[in-house]
């Protein structure tokens, strides 16, 4: 099984700020998804990235995939408190692709205003 | 568009008890899994569904069993509830395969004392 870690596990910034996490792994994968999870709420889809070296764009949200597909960032443009919450980086557990998903233990984000 | 809806959202059992949490989806995704979450260890697949009749064991089977008489229900049964069994529990569906993205329920958080 592939193995996603996540980096930092915790991040607490403030309004307006910008930032970066990261999440990476020993192994190839053939896709990464991004999820955003709020308390008391299951994740939420944010990307899925396939081709190595890829950036893709959300709003305020950018996210990469590495050349080698290895590893992933998601970095956010001046931070808002609707931001918050526990970003989860996901791929196949198995290089085939045609597994189920694996999760990082994720990074937990907190934005003051 | 009511989605995955979980069931209960709250269980507090005892230890050696039988638990069964209830999923039911609206959408006809042929893709069903069961997630745990715990601190310190993320999301770990329990079992997942292919399709009515099809289930696999994903990484932390034990304990635990499954059934998908129907394509809309995926329930989850603890047979013995063991205070290690004590997280919370996430339903999610997938339309495009097994990697593919998930959709997830707002969970079911059980306590076993």
């Known amino acids: 099984t592939q193995l996603l870690e996540q980096s930092p596990q915790f991040l607490s910034i403030q309004e307006g700020e910008n930032l970066t996490v990261y999440c990476n792994s020993s192994s190839v994968f053939s896709s990464l998804q991004w999820y955003r999870q709020e308390p008391g709420e299951g994740p939420v889809l944010l990307v899925t990235v396939v081709t190595g070296g890829e950036v893709k764009k959300l709003k305020r949200l950018t996210f990469q995939f590495g050349d080698a597909r290895k590893d992933s960032s998601l970095h956010i443009t001046a931070a808002q408190p609707g931001d918050t919450g526990l970003y989860l980086c996901a791929g196949p557990s198995h290089i085939t692709g045609n597994t189920p998903l694996v999760f990082g233990k994720g990074t937990r984000l907190s934005v003051i205003a | 568009d009511a989605g995955i809806t979980q069931s209960p959202r709250y269980k507090i059992t005892e230890t050696g008890r039988q638990v069964t949490l209830m999923c039911h989806q609206t959408w006809s995704h042929s893709y069903m899994f069961w997630y745990r979450q715990d601190l310190g260890h993320g999301l770990r697949l329990i079992y997942y569904s292919a399709a009515a009749d099809i289930t696999d064991k994903g990484e932390v089977p034990d304990g635990y069993v499954v059934s998908r008489s129907k394509t809309e229900n995926f329930p989850l049964t603890l047979e013995s509830a063991t205070r290690s069994q004590t997280s919370v529990y996430f339903c999610?569906?997938?339309?495009?395969?097994?990697?593919?993205?998930?959709?997830f329920g707002e969970g079911s958080r059980l306590t076993v004392l």
């Open positions: 999610a569906s997938s339309v495009t395969g097994v990697a593919g993205e998930l959709f």
